[in-house]
Structures are given as structure tokens and as C-alpha cells.
């Protein structure tokens, strides 16, 4: 596909001083008293054609105010980027001066000793972690102290008096089995349906069935990481996989 | 009575271990026993390490310069985009890159619109360099997330040697891709990418390619916005003028990356932008701070409000954004909507 740009550089060169001689209402300043080709001279006449039209379009001022901010989101903020784009390219890449290399070199050759990203992780879990890990910390660091013999001796007193001879029955233990089975599968009925515990940061949640919808900035990054593919998608509407 | 403590635990134990589990971003990456699985399937275990590494580096240390056809698909609902470009690649072999988009083959437009796609593909080259093609960016969460298969199959693109790779996720989640590598250099010059479905997601190959070209006509990438880097942790309210959200329920395998600052050029507000990655894929978490005046995301139909999330699918990618409690957030990725909201909330938390 052509990119509608002129192949050669000097036709470019020449169609460039022929704009200039356009006016911005779009009338003809100055005729040119000849032309590079006659590709440019057609190119010349079209293109006076195309500001004399367009000048005579309606203007819509109060319509094209509030169209602006949408514009300059469609191209990243005007053309700046693109002038931007431009200019950089087409600066000449300047070595860095010799001393810079050696500084580099010095600084590069030092031998720098980072923490692990392990350790990293470590220490911000341990902050994000607050007060509550280092008291779980603090607490199972405590000595156990044994209780005393005296304490032991009333409590085995209790115990055997209230020891029974024979132990509950089988059906006991399957009401109990089945009722810890009721208790406990309710519990996570209720804990699946997100019942019983505080809700995290609600917030509601709608759909939109296409991107043009987003705001300029998640566009631009959508379409960054998709390789552009969102921006072609607004104009290949359609097209059978 | 001991019996029935013990019924109650196991039971206990039991729902709990069917409860999702959430993965926390400093989880430690490279598990010994996934490389092994990893490595054990691709054959040798140390060729397996040396070409994982290749292959992440590839493109920092070769010097090369191809021509190359990629076709890219992307779903909108029920609509179906399918577009197809070539653009030439070089690399300095010292980092340095460039990505000049040829021609837009598919879809068809005007020369103006073409014109217009190729100059704003140029600003995106850095994107596409980082996010858009297939690159290892961290070989231990690699390892530990994905499953190489070498199929053993010898082919030859753009004139070189490749062996053919079968990459997926151990989880059987995310993109199943196909990768044709020169193991010389570690460089991929055939990627195919296709969802758990089979349907294809993009397919990327070398038409040609040339090892230590002459690269003095190249006009290399510059950085264009402003993207600054940022401590991984700490606080970050002198650089940034806010404290940034973090994002603490990742979806599994999920690491992050790294931090950066980005500007939105519309207002000049900042932003912070977390990069997550499980090996291969990336996920982004942005916070833009509190809302200041009339900065607050603006949406189409309806008008995000307050506490609000809107959620966009553009398959494989998804993407959610919202004013949540005065403060702008989004997050993109190629995962589940139900994983980006997860994030939103444990970043609200």
C-alpha cells in the first residue's frame, strides 16, 4: 500500500515551498512561475483545491471547542509527540566524550553489592506485615514455665473423680459426628456465599463491549501492549477470523 | 471428645484447602522442583538453563536486523479484529532497538489512516518491544510457571536453523504458544500464540534476518514518555506526590516486575504504574493517585462514578479501571476478570 507521500526528495522539497504559497483561507498568494514536474504541479493545483474547499466549509467553532479534547486524546496529545518523534530522529547521535567512558567504566567496575531480591521481599513483607507478626514472633519466643506440682495434683484429683467407667455410647458419637458434619458444612455454605465475614472493598462492577469506551490513556496503553491492534480494531470492524 | 476436635480439623482442613489461595507479590521465584519438571521435558537440564537464559537475553546481546510478518487478532465483544503488518527489527546487541512498522497488509484504509498507524506504531515501538512480542523476562518465574516440551522437530527460518519449543503454563492457564528459536543465539523467529480454545491470538516470523549487520542507518528507539523508574518497595510520596496502592492478591504465578512512574499527557497528572509478570506475560496495576479537579477517569457510556469499575474485554486482554474511593486505578492483562477485580480489591484493603 502507497503511503500517499512523495517518492522522491526532491519533489518533496519542492511541494513543501509550494505550500507555502497557499494562504491559510486558503487563496493563492503568490502563482509560481514554474514547477518542479507536472506530477507537482497537479499535486499543487489539488491541493489549492482541497484549502479552498475546506475554508469553505461551515465553521462550527462552539462544536470544534469541545471536540478538541478529544482530538488531542486521539493523537497522544496533538501532534507534539509526533513532532517530538520527528525531531529525535532526525538528530545526529552524539558520542559521549571519553572521560564519561572512563567514569562509566570506574563507576561499572566497582563492585556493587545489592541485597537479593529475596532479602527485598523479606523486609516488605515484614513491614506490610505491621505490628501483628512481630507480636506472634515476640509471644512464641516466651520460656514455657511448668506448672506446679501442686497445680498437677489437683487436676489429676479432678480428673480421676470425674472419669467415667465406660465411655459414651456409639450413639453419642454418631450425633456427635453428625452434627459437627451439619455445623461444619453450613459454616463453609455460609462462608462460600461470602455470608458471615466483612465485605473486602466493594464496589460495583459494569461492562462495556468495546474499547471506545476508554478514556485516551488506557486506550493508549491497551494499544501499546496489543501492538496497535486496538486502534485498527475501530476501523476493521467485522472481519471474519 | 478427642474424636470429635479431630473431625472438626479435618474437616476445617479440608474447606480451607479448597478456598482460593492468594499469591503474594514477594513470593519467592524459581522453585527447584518446577525446573526440574521444567528441565527434565526439554532434555538436558544444564542445555535447558543456558537456552532459557539465551533466550531472554537474545535480543540485548545479538546483533541483528530482520524483516518480519506479524498478524495479530484481538476480540471485542463478538466482533472479531484480525490485522497483519511487517516492520523491520534491529538491535545493537547493547540494548539498543528500533521497530520500523513497513506496511499495514491488513485491514485495508486510506493513505492518510495508513500514514497515521505507521507514525503512531513508531511511538509504540517501545511497547511492542517489551510487552507485545514473545520474551523471557524473568527465567525463574519462567521456570517455575511454564512447561517447555522441545518437539524435536528441526526447521529453518529466514535462512537459519531453529528447534521448535511448546510453551504453556503448568496451571494449563494463559497462552499456549509455539516457539521456532535458534538456539544458536536464543533469538525467537517464529512465535505462534493460540488460547486454551486453540483459537489464534498472533503469529509473528521472520521473513529474513541478518547476524551482525551494518546498523549505521538505523535511527534507534528513544524513550517518549517519560517513564521513570521506581524503588520496588518503600514509600514513594516524595517522589510521586501520593502513596501508591499495592496490589497484594496477584493471579498465580504473578511476580512483580517492576515499578515506574508515567506521565498522562492529556492533564500531566502521574502516575504509577506496577508491572507484574509470570515468566512471559505481563499485568499491569496503575494508580493515578487521588482524583485532583476534573482528572478522574472519564468512560463512555455509562459515566464511571464513584466506586464504580468499568471493565473492558478486548480477549486475550482484559482491562478494569474506576474512581475507587477518590483514587484512579487501572489494571490490564491478559487474565480472567474475576483476577483483575481480585487485584482491585486487595489493593483497596
Same mark, same amino acid.
Given at each position: 500500500?502507497?503511503?500517499?507521500?512523495?517518492?522522491?526528495?526532491?519533489?518533496?522539497?519542492?511541494?513543501?515551498?509550494?505550500?507555502?504559497?497557499?494562504?491559510?483561507?486558503?487563496?493563492?498568494?503568490?502563482?509560481?512561475?514554474?514547477?518542479?514536474?507536472?506530477?507537482?504541479?497537479?499535486?499543487?493545483?489539488?491541493?489549492?483545491?482541497?484549502?479552498?474547499?475546506?475554508?469553505?466549509?461551515?465553521?462550527?467553532?462552539?462544536?470544534?471547542?469541545?471536540?478538541?479534547?478529544?482530538?488531542?486524546?486521539?493523537?497522544? !496529545? @496533538?501532534? %507534539?509527540? #509526533? &513532532?517530538?518523534?520527528? $525531531? +529525535?530522529?532526525? /538528530?545526529?547521535?552524539?558520542? =559521549?566524550?571519553?572521560?564519561?567512558?572512563?567514569?562509566?567504566?570506574?563507576?561499572?567496575?566497582?563492585?556493587?553489592?545489592?541485597?537479593?531480591?529475596?532479602?527485598?521481599?523479606?523486609?516488605?513483607?515484614?513491614?506490610?506485615?505491621? !505490628? @501483628?507478626? %512481630?507480636? #506472634? &514472633?515476640?509471644?512464641? $519466643? +516466651?520460656?514455657? /514455665?511448668?506448672?506446679?506440682? =501442686?497445680?498437677?495434683?489437683?487436676?489429676?484429683?479432678?480428673?480421676?473423680?470425674?472419669?467415667?467407667?465406660?465411655?459414651?455410647?456409639?450413639?453419642?458419637?454418631?450425633?456427635?459426628?453428625?452434627?459437627?458434619?451439619?455445623?461444619?458444612?453450613?459454616?463453609?455454605?455460609? &462462608?462460600?456465599?461470602?455470608?458471615?465475614?466483612?465485605?473486602?472493598?466493594?464496589?460495583?462492577?459494569?461492562?462495556?463491549?468495546?474499547?471506545?469506551?476508554?478514556?485516551?490513556?488506557?486506550?493508549?496503553?491497551?494499544?501499546?501492549?496489543?501492538?496497535?491492534?486496538?486502534?485498527?480494531?475501530?476501523?476493521?470492524?467485522?472481519?471474519?477470523? | 471428645?478427642?474424636?470429635?476436635?479431630?473431625?472438626?480439623?479435618?474437616?476445617?482442613?479440608?474447606?480451607?484447602?479448597?478456598?482460593?489461595?492468594?499469591?503474594?507479590?514477594?513470593?519467592?521465584?524459581?522453585?527447584?522442583?518446577?525446573?526440574?519438571?521444567?528441565?527434565?521435558?526439554?532434555?538436558?537440564?544444564?542445555?535447558?538453563?543456558?537456552?532459557?537464559?539465551?533466550?531472554?537475553?537474545?535480543?540485548?546481546?545479538?546483533?541483528?536486523?530482520?524483516?518480519?510478518?506479524?498478524?495479530?487478532?484481538?476480540?471485542?465483544?463478538?466482533?472479531?479484529?484480525?490485522?497483519?503488518?511487517?516492520?523491520?527489527?534491529?538491535?545493537?546487541?547493547?540494548?539498543?532497538?528500533?521497530?520500523?512498522?513497513?506496511?499495514?497488509?491488513?485491514?485495508?484504509?486510506?493513505?492518510?489512516?495508513?500514514?497515521?498507524?505507521?507514525?503512531?506504531?513508531?511511538?509504540?515501538?517501545?511497547?511492542?518491544?517489551?510487552?507485545?512480542?514473545?520474551?523471557?523476562?524473568?527465567?525463574?518465574?519462567?521456570?517455575?510457571?511454564?512447561?517447555?516440551?522441545?518437539?524435536?522437530?528441526?526447521?529453518?527460518?529466514?535462512?537459519?536453523?531453529?528447534?521448535?519449543?511448546?510453551?504453556?503454563?503448568?496451571?494449563?492457564?494463559?497462552?499456549?504458544?509455539?516457539?521456532?528459536?535458534?538456539?544458536?543465539?536464543?533469538?525467537?523467529?517464529?512465535?505462534?500464540?493460540?488460547?486454551?480454545?486453540?483459537?489464534?491470538?498472533?503469529?509473528?516470523?521472520?521473513?529474513?534476518?541478518?547476524?551482525?549487520?551494518?546498523?549505521?542507518?538505523?535511527?534507534?528507539?528513544?524513550?517518549?514518555?517519560?517513564?521513570?523508574?521506581?524503588?520496588?518497595?518503600?514509600?514513594?510520596?516524595?517522589?510521586?506526590?501520593?502513596?501508591?496502592?499495592?496490589?497484594?492478591?496477584?493471579?498465580?504465578?504473578?511476580?512483580?516486575?517492576?515499578?515506574?512512574?508515567?506521565?498522562?499527557?492529556?492533564?500531566?497528572?502521574?502516575?504509577?504504574?506496577?508491572?507484574?509478570?509470570?515468566?512471559?506475560?505481563?499485568?499491569?496495576?496503575?494508580?493515578?493517585?487521588?482524583?485532583?479537579?476534573?482528572?478522574?477517569?472519564?468512560?463512555?457510556?455509562?459515566?464511571?462514578?464513584?466506586?464504580?469499575?468499568?471493565?473492558?474485554?478486548?480477549?486475550?486482554?482484559?482491562?478494569?479501571?474506576?474512581?475507587?474511593?477518590?483514587?484512579?486505578?487501572?489494571?490490564?492483562?491478559?487474565?480472567?476478570?474475576?483476577?483483575?477485580?481480585?487485584?482491585?480489591?486487595?489493593?483497596?484493603?
Amino acid at each position: 500500500m502507497s503511503s500517499g507521500l512523495p517518492i522522491r526528495p526532491d519533489c518533496q522539497v519542492a511541494r513543501e515551498l509550494l505550500v507555502e504559497r497557499i494562504g491559510s483561507a486558503g487563496n493563492l498568494l503568490a502563482s509560481p512561475r514554474e514547477f518542479h514536474c507536472s506530477a507537482c504541479q497537479v499535486w499543487f493545483e489539488r491541493s489549492l483545491a482541497q484549502a479552498r474547499a475546506l475554508n469553505a466549509l461551515p465553521r462550527r467553532i462552539a462544536e470544534l471547542h469541545s471536540l478538541d479534547g478529544l482530538v488531542v486524546a486521539e493523537l497522544n !496529545a @496533538g501532534c %507534539r509527540q #509526533e &513532532r517530538a518523534a520527528a $525531531a +529525535l530522529t532526525s /538528530l545526529e547521535r552524539v558520542d =559521549a566524550p571519553c572521560e564519561l567512558d572512563l567514569l562509566v567504566s570506574e563507576y561499572l567496575g566497582r563492585a556493587v553489592h545489592e541485597a537479593p531480591r529475596e532479602l527485598d521481599q523479606r523486609v516488605a513483607k515484614e513491614i506490610s506485615a505491621g !505490628a @501483628g507478626l %512481630r507480636a #506472634e &514472633r515476640q509471644v512464641s $519466643a +516466651l520460656e514455657r /514455665l511448668a506448672a506446679p506440682a =501442686a497445680l498437677d495434683a489437683i487436676v489429676g484429683r479432678a480428673l480421676t473423680q470425674s472419669a467415667r467407667p465406660h465411655g459414651l455410647p456409639l450413639r453419642r458419637w454418631i450425633a456427635v459426628a453428625a452434627t459437627l458434619f451439619v455445623v461444619v458444612g453450613a459454616a463453609s455454605l455460609v &462462608r462460600q456465599a461470602g455470608l458471615g465475614k466483612p465485605k473486602p472493598s466493594e464496589f460495583r462492577v459494569v461492562h462495556t463491549h468495546s474499547v471506545a469506551s476508554l478514556d485516551p490513556f488506557t486506550r493508549s496503553l491497551l494499544s501499546g501492549v496489543t501492538g496497535g491492534a486496538i486502534e485498527l480494531a475501530a476501523q476493521n470492524r467485522g472481519t471474519a477470523r | 471428645m478427642k474424636f470429635a476436635c479431630y473431625t472438626l480439623l479435618v474437616f476445617t482442613a479440608l474447606f480451607a484447602a479448597c478456598e482460593r489461595v492468594d499469591v503474594p507479590a514477594n513470593k519467592t521465584s524459581g522453585s527447584q522442583g518446577l525446573e526440574g519438571e521444567s528441565a527434565s521435558q526439554f532434555g538436558a537440564p544444564p542445555a535447558t538453563q543456558s537456552l532459557f537464559q539465551r533466550i531472554a537475553n537474545s535480543r540485548q546481546v545479538t546483533t541483528f536486523q530482520g524483516v518480519r510478518r506479524v498478524e495479530l487478532f484481538v476480540d471485542e465483544g463478538a466482533v472479531q479484529h484480525h490485522s497483519v503488518l511487517r516492520e523491520r527489527v534491529s538491535a545493537d546487541g547493547h540494548g539498543a532497538f528500533a521497530i520500523e512498522s513497513l506496511e499495514l497488509i491488513e485491514p485495508p484504509m486510506s493513505n492518510s489512516q495508513h500514514a497515521l498507524f505507521i507514525a503512531l506504531q513508531s511511538l509504540r515501538q517501545g511497547m511492542n518491544w517489551r510487552y507485545r512480542d514473545f520474551s523471557i523476562h524473568d527465567v525463574g518465574l519462567f521456570l517455575q510457571n511454564y512447561r517447555v516440551t522441545d518437539t524435536g522437530v528441526l526447521d529453518v527460518v529466514a535462512g537459519h536453523p531453529v528447534i521448535e519449543l511448546l510453551v504453556e503454563r503448568v496451571d494449563q492457564s494463559g497462552s499456549l504458544y509455539t516457539l521456532l528459536v535458534d538456539s544458536a543465539t536464543g533469538l525467537v523467529l517464529k512465535a505462534h500464540e493460540e488460547s486454551q480454545e486453540h483459537v489464534l491470538i498472533s503469529e509473528m516470523c521472520y521473513e529474513s534476518l541478518e547476524l551482525a549487520p551494518d546498523l549505521s542507518g538505523v535511527v534507534w528507539h528513544q524513550e517518549l514518555n517519560n517513564e521513570e523508574p521506581l524503588p520496588a518497595i518503600g514509600p514513594l510520596t516524595a517522589t510521586v506526590g501520593f502513596e501508591p496502592l499495592v496490589a497484594r492478591a496477584l493471579p498465580a504465578g504473578f511476580q512483580l516486575l517492576e515499578r515506574t512512574s508515567v506521565i498522562e499527557p492529556l492533564n500531566n497528572s502521574k502516575w504509577v504504574k506496577a508491572t507484574f509478570t509470570d515468566g512471559v506475560e505481563n499485568l499491569f496495576f496503575l494508580h493515578g493517585g487521588p482524583i485532583v479537579g476534573d482528572n478522574g477517569i472519564k468512560s463512555g457510556v455509562p459515566e464511571i462514578e464513584a466506586d464504580l469499575v468499568e471493565v473492558t474485554v478486548a480477549a486475550p486482554w482484559t482491562v478494569a479501571r474506576g474512581n475507587l474511593r477518590t483514587q484512579r486505578v487501572i489494571a490490564l492483562g491478559k487474565v480472567s476478570e474475576a483476577d483483575l477485580l481480585h487485584l482491585l480489591r486487595s489493593a483497596l484493603e
